[in-house]
């Protein structure tokens, strides 16, 4: 199983191994179990944006150039338990396209006192490993220069899962403006 390499900063390490990937057996009430699999990405720890104390704070055990953060990494502890408490929950998600055209789902609900952000996708293995995988892509707390996230439809967990599983897409927004004549 994927996990993160520890942080280590002024002799401190911040173990990560809560965000190992994850199996978990998810009882329906129709009586189906459906094997999830969770990863974690290394959004859920990291910023994008240099912190205090400069780029000893970088972490080093990722393709893309981030921050270790310490509020997301306090949430991200967490994390795990909080995605299989939405999984039983059934909350609405927002689909939305972020860059490189990639589709991902948006809660954003409060979490230990904080607004708090996550963006799943959702698939279903080929290999068979898991009936489906949520890839927790990005969690965060709120912070004054994010944007607000836009999307084009809002969703049931579940629906979209059921979706994934059953091979079919969402629906799509009706384009808006003129209608074809």
């Not at 009586?31 to 720890?45: L, M, T």
């Not at 080093?60 to 299989?84: G, I």
């Not at 927790?136 to 439809?153: F, L």
């Amino acid at each position: 199983m994927k996990s993160w390499e520890n942080f280590i900063k002024d002799e401190k390490e911040y173990d990560l191994s809560h965000l190992a990937n994850k199996f978990f057996v998810f009882s329906r009430e129709d009586g189906k179990k459906i094997k999830v699999y969770f990863s974690f990405s290394h959004h859920c720890f990291t910023a994008e944006h240099l912190a205090e104390g400069g780029d000893e704070w970088a972490y080093p055990h990722a393709s893309d150039e981030r921050y270790f953060c310490e509020t997301r990494y306090n949430l991200s502890k967490s994390l795990p338990d909080h995605m299989v408490n939405l999984l039983t929950s059934n909350p609405y998600f927002c689909r939305t396209l972020l860059k490189h055209r990639e589709q991902f789902f948006y809660i954003e609900d409060e979490f230990h006192g904080e607004t708090y952000r996550i963006f799943i996708e959702v698939s279903c293995p080929t290999s068979g490993y898991a009936d489906v995988r949520i890839d927790i892509r990005s969690a965060y707390h709120e912070e004054e220069y994010a944007r607000p996230v836009t999307g084009d439809k809002w969703f049931r967990l579940w629906r979209v899962i059921d979706a994934k599983l059953s091979g079919i897409s969402l629906p799509k927004n009706k384009p808006r403006g003129r209608g074809r004549r």
